[in-house]
């Protein structure tokens, strides 16, 4: 069972609304799902259409100590989707717990085995205030945190003020609270205002970098004919091309001795690592290419005598080019295995993605409407080739057409990355003028 607080000290960012969509989905994949309406304003409690409701509150479990939380939770007319009321029903339990001489910030936690094993998530929706005794009580029990936010100067700033106080909890009494992710709530804007709107389809896909969150991404499930992925630079930039990528191990297997008596036996591991790295082209590292030209970069190496291994990334906007540095590399493992012995050099490739390019240009009204909306937000479309890789990528080989727009960020990978709420509000523009644009 997976415990999640769904919280910001912002109010107006989405919570109520993130916890129900999330239930939701989750109960549409076969899970079963308890919400915690943990919030004094009881929104959670009003939207959901309770069948079974008992009599039993949380005040009963922690005032009068006369029930359980199992005895508290009310059936939804959704099957396996649970709630336990919130809202004024809260009042006499928060009182009590304000009067607790010691251990009040860990009530929930002593209560929370009370919680029947059978969920596979229980979801607790906060109140946006992190002064809440609640919310306290919350953070000391649960296992993760999403915090959703607007893209404004408010939400931001909450934002910065829940990571800090989440690692305070974990520093002084939750070790195992994590943030699980953040939840971008733009979109409301959409419903709030009313905007024409097509069907619209949202999804967050994690380990961006690696690209295993997209390659488990269920296409046919999120419903989309096509989609934009948010992972590039500067507003206003729109990224349709790409590096195609692979991953390669170098493992060199040395033999040694003492080296008082190592002349023509001893084969250094370490030495020979060298040696294959000095054999490629030093044209061709990140730090001399720029534009569509690729590289080998060396991103990890350690070793002995004895073993030694080098890891690396490949990268190249041209295919033919990429499998050039492949089969490079295997002819210079070959070249060192007859020097030193087979088996000595061994070289393991694994492809991670590849250009977006050929699987965008049947399906261009994608970037065509992504510079009109641009246009609309006062801003010049720049359109670079991508010096790396996105989900959108491979998304798009996957079947799902998806370039990328900016984010507003900047530096990125580096000590001095950053993105600023001013740019982020023109891409969260952009976005909404491309809903528009496929509204009409």
Known sequence: MKTIAIMNQKGGTGKTTSAINLAGELVRRGKKVLIVDMDTQGNATSNLSLTEIP?????????SKTATLADTVCHTSTENLDLIRGGSLLAPALATMQEMPFGRDTTLRRLLPQIPDTYDFVFFDCSPSLESLFNINVLVAVQYVLIPIKVDKNSIEGYNVM??????????????????GIFMTAVETVLEKGLPHGKLCIAFTPDEEIGEGAELFDIPGFGADFAYTVDGGDA????????????????IRGFSVHPGTAKDTMINASNVAMEFHQALPITARPETTEGRQGFYHLCQMYGDVTTAKLGYILRDHDAAKLQFKKDNMLDIAEFLNGKYGEGTVTVEIKDSYRNMLEKIKPHFHLVETARKATRMAGLEPEEIPVRGGTDGAMLSWKGLP???LGTGGFNFHGVCECITAERMDRCTEILLNIIKLYAE
């Open 55 to 63: 009599a039993a509150t949380l005040t009963d479990v922690i005032v």
């Open 163 to 180: 990571l800090e106080t989440v690692q305070n909890v974990r520093e002084l009494v939750n070790p195992d609270i994590r943030v699980l």
């Open 236 to 251: 206003g930039s729109i990224e349709y091309e790409n590096f195609n990528a692979a991953s390669a191990t170098v493992t």
């Open 402 to 404: 998806c370039p990328n």
